[in-house]
Every structure is written in C-alpha cells, then in structure tokens.
C-alpha cells in the first residue's frame, strides 16, 4: 500500500520560502508522475508542479520560475522548493502519485489514486 507523507510546512512573510517533503513509502510498480498539488479555502485543488519517474516537471504557470520540483536518487521523498512566497500561494499542499496505469495528463487529479493528508503553507504581508 503506497503511503504518503508531507512535511515542511509553515507561515512566512511576502518573499520567503519554504521546503516541502514528501516521504513516498510501499510503492511496488516502476513508471509514474508525481505531482504537488494545493487547495485554498473554498477553491478547487490545483495542480502544482509535477515530476515524472524520467526527471521530467510540468508547473503551473503561476509558479513557474519560483517552485522547483525535485526527488532524491532513492525516489523516497519527493520536494517542492518555493521561493519568493506570495500571500496567493497561501494553501494545503498535498503530494499524489499516480497509479500502476495513468494518463498522460500531468495536472489531472483524477490520475492520482494516492495523497497524502496535506500540510499547510500560509504566507502572510
């Protein structure tokens, strides 16, 4: 059973940043996105920043150039660097991954099967 768990979390001015992990845990099959996704209150969750098991990323344009997606050599946990923090990036940030089978959409949530429980991320002017 694959099991996710996000940490790093925490509030910030205008301008900082923060380090999200994901530690990716039960996995038994090979090919797969892993993506970073958000949801403020009352909005619908967002897809965020996605990396694939062939180094590939994807962003959401409104992160592009401040959020780096990454994973270590194991492929055991998963980041998201983000810099330059505005009070709109303000969410719970969930890590997913996708399924033994998946379209190649990257940014759909529908092709994640798997979350974690969210942890929040509130950067304050």
């Known amino acids: 059973q694959t099991e996710l768990v996000e940490s790093g979390g925490g509030s910030v001015q205008v301008g900082g940043s923060l380090r999200l992990s994901c530690s990716v845990s039960g996995v038994t099959y090979n090919g797969y996105y892993m993506a970073w996704f958000r949801q403020a209150p009352g909005e619908e969750r967002e897809g965020v920043a996605v990396i694939d098991d062939s180094g590939d990323t994807w962003y959401t344009d409104s992160v592009t150039g401040r959020f780096t997606i990454s994973q270590d050599s194991s492929e055991s946990t998963l980041y998201l660097q983000m810099n330059s923090l505005k009070p709109e990036d303000t969410a719970l940030y969930f890590c997913?991954?996708?399924?033994?089978?998946?379209?190649?959409?990257?940014?759909?949530?529908?092709?994640?099967?798997?979350w974690g429980q969210g942890t929040q991320v509130t950067v304050s002017s």
């Open positions: 997913a991954r996708t399924g033994v089978s998946f379209a190649h959409v990257p940014m759909d949530r529908s092709q994640y099967p798997n």
